[in-house]
């Protein structure tokens, strides 16, 4: 507790700059774009957990079992990583979905404003 | 050096968030996940790097079509209005808000140290347990393939949304028709040189993924550029949409099925103890390639899905 500097500080930043972008986005696309910078700061949170000065990636030499002979500490972790591919592969498709809603939603009321499709969807036509 | 990485990460963000215009946010953003392939690479964690690398350029590729496609749909974007006079203290209303919510976060955020065990487990048994050299492979082939396994779902699941999502009727183009776009020669001959080299290179950083950083799903977005190549050399419309869904069906039913088999019935039992060590480096090979394919399927179809209906057929 307290405000402590640590590196974790920087991906909160990233999240509040992306809430920032969202709550003043005018258009529909700027808000993709900001809900993909959110998604990435929670990806280098994880990436940033537990790291050292000095981190070697964890790939163990063709001829050795593993990484007996090391020293673990500074080592990088694998678990965060193997989850966190399958986080990226999974943000393209979210990004996929929302444009094809966003062409979808362009096609049939002609405005990407939030203020006018507000408007649309007050009045009822949409 | 990381410090300073992370300020140019957050320097980045706050020109895309100061930008007026789509496209220069777009390139904004690509420079933005450029720099996080960067810090993931000083953070020992190069398989995600070529992964967010790959990504990114995707990410891009995708909101460029989109924004030519309904460029011509959104009128606010071509008609320009009246500049509004925006109220100073309605402007920073929303900086405070985010600011406060951020200090607050800061104030009860818990102590940023993580000590796991798992990690060291995981570092101390994956060889003589899946046999390869690469743990990240190991750990999202073997100890957790069950999550690979719903993330291979949730790809599947947003490519049969977006096939349904971006459906019209009356403006289909059918297969073998070419684009009204017209392709720059010079474009399509260095992109015709280019793209063998391509497909070796998703290729190859799919088979090295056992003992290198690589794997299926960084080799699949790569391959999938290749058929991105394709379509801008000939410029035309032949992907049969409907076999390549079949064919990530059957491959998905497949990535369900092998890990059943191997992690219920078990390689140990199967094979003989001299052998066990080529049977699994086959496993993780067979998976990843599976992975692979998997993923340049799903690709494939958003890619073609975004560009079947071209600006001006519409």
């Not at chain 2, 420079?31 to 967010?52: H, R, T």
């Not at chain 2, 086959?282 to 599976?290: G, T």
Request: with cysteine; proline share 4%; charged share 15%.
């Amino acid at each position: 507790m307290g405000f402590e500097f640590s590196l974790g500080v920087f991906p909160v930043i990233m999240f509040f700059i992306g809430y920032y972008g969202l709550i003043t986005s005018k258009k529909v696309i700027t808000s993709v774009i900001f809900i993909s910078l959110m998604e990435m700061s929670g990806i280098m949170f994880f990436l940033l957990l537990g790291y050292r000065v000095g981190m070697i990636p964890p790939i163990a030499p063709v001829g050795d079992a593993g990484f007996l002979t090391y020293n673990m500490e500074y080592i990088a972790d694998p678990f965060p990583q193997a989850l966190m591919i399958t986080a990226i592969i999974i943000g393209i498709a979210v990004t996929a979905i929302n444009l094809s809603m966003l062409i979808t939603l362009c096609k049939q009321s002609k405005t990407s404003n939030w203020s006018e499709l507000k408007k649309l969807y007050s009045e009822g036509d949409f | 050096m990381i410090n300073i990485l992370l300020i140019f990460w957050i320097i980045s963000a706050i020109f895309i968030i100061r930008e007026k215009k789509i496209y220069r946010m777009i390139i904004f953003l690509g420079i933005f996940s450029l720099i996080n392939s960067a810090i993931f690479l000083v953070l020992g964690a190069p398989d995600v790097s070529l992964s967010e690398a790959a990504a990114g350029a995707f990410t891009t590729i995708f909101l460029i079509i989109c924004l030519e496609k309904y460029y011509g749909f959104d009128e606010s974007l071509v008609v320009t209005k009246k500049k509004e006079k925006t109220n100073f203290i309605k402007a920073l209303l929303p900086i405070i808000f985010s600011g406060v919510l951020f200090l607050l976060f800061w104030y009860f955020m818990p102590p940023f140290t993580y000590n796991s065990y798992m990690k060291y487990q995981y570092l101390t048994y994956f060889n003589q347990d899946v046999g390869s050299h690469n743990p990240v492979t190991t750990v999202y082939l073997g100890y957790r393939v069950y999550d690979t396994l719903f993330e291979a779902l949730i790809l599947l699941v947003s490519v049969v949304a977006v096939k349904h999502v971006s459906w019209y009727s009356d403006s289909y183009v059918k297969d073998g028709e070419h684009s009204t776009i017209e392709s720059n020669p010079i474009a399509s001959y260095t992109i015709r040189a280019i793209s063998p080299l391509v497909l070796l290179f998703g290729i190859s950083m799919i088979s090295v993924g056992l003992d290198t950083p690589g794997g299926g799903f960084q080799g699949g977005v790569v391959i999938a550029s290749f058929f991105i190549c394709r379509y801008m050399i000939y410029n035309v419309y032949d992907i049969p949409v409907k076999l390549i869904t079949l064919i990530e069906k059957l491959i998905f039913v497949s990535i369900f099925l092998i890990p059943i088999f191997v992690v219920f019935v078990g390689l140990r039992t199967l094979v003989p103890e001299t052998n066990l060590v080529v049977f699994q480096n086959i496993y993780i090979v067979l998976m990843n390639s599976l992975i692979g394919m998997k993923v340049t399927c799903g690709f494939v179809i958003l890619f073609y899905r975004y560009i079947v209906v071209d600006r001006r057929t519409c």
